[in-house]
C-alpha cells in the first residue's frame, strides 16, 4: 500500500508565500514522477506543476514565475513553493505521483488528499 500526504496548506493574504509538501510512503521502489494538482470550487481539477518526460517541470500559465517545484528523492517527498499568491490560487491542492512498488515493480498512479490553500484579498 502506498499513501501520499501532503501538508502546508492554510490562509494567506495575496502576495504571500506558502510551501506545500507531500510525502509518499509505503512499499515503494522508486516514483518516477510526482507533481501537483489544484481544484477550485466548481472548477475542473488541473495541472500545476509536474516533471516533462526530459525532468524539466512543466508549470500552469497561470504560475508561471511564481510558483517553483522542488524534490527530495531519498526521503521520496516532492515540495511546491508558492510566491506573490492570489486570490485566483485559491484551490484544494493535490499530491499525484506514479509509483512503482516493490511487491511486483508494477506501476500505480496515486493521489494525496488534498490540501486547502485559501488566498484573502
Known amino acids: 500500500q502506498v499513501h501520499l500526504v501532503e501538508s502546508g496548506g492554510g490562509l494567506v493574504q495575496a502576495g504571500g508565500s506558502l510551501r506545500l509538501s507531500c510525502a509518499a510512503s509505503?512499499?515503494?521502489?522508486?516514483?518516477?514522477?510526482m507533481g501537483w494538482y489544484r481544484q477550485a470550487p466548481g472548477k475542473q481539477r488541473e495541472l500545476v506543476a509536474y516533471?516533462?518526460?526530459?525532468?524539466?517541470?512543466n508549470y500552469a500559465d497561470s504560475v508561471k514565475g511564481r510558483f517553483t517545484i522542488s524534490r527530495n528523492n531519498a526521503e521520496n517527498t516532492v515540495y511546491l513553493q508558492m510566491n506573490s499568491l492570489k486570490p485566483e490560487d485559491t484551490a484544494v491542492y493535490y499530491c499525484n505521483a506514479d509509483v512503482i512498488r516493490y511487491a511486483d515493480y508494477g506501476v500505480e498512479n496515486y493521489w494525496g488528499q488534498g490540501t486547502q490553500v485559501t488566498v484573502s484579498s
Open positions: 509505503g512499499s515503494i521502489f522508486s516514483i518516477p514522477a
Open positions: 516533471p516533462s518526460r526530459s525532468g524539466s517541470p
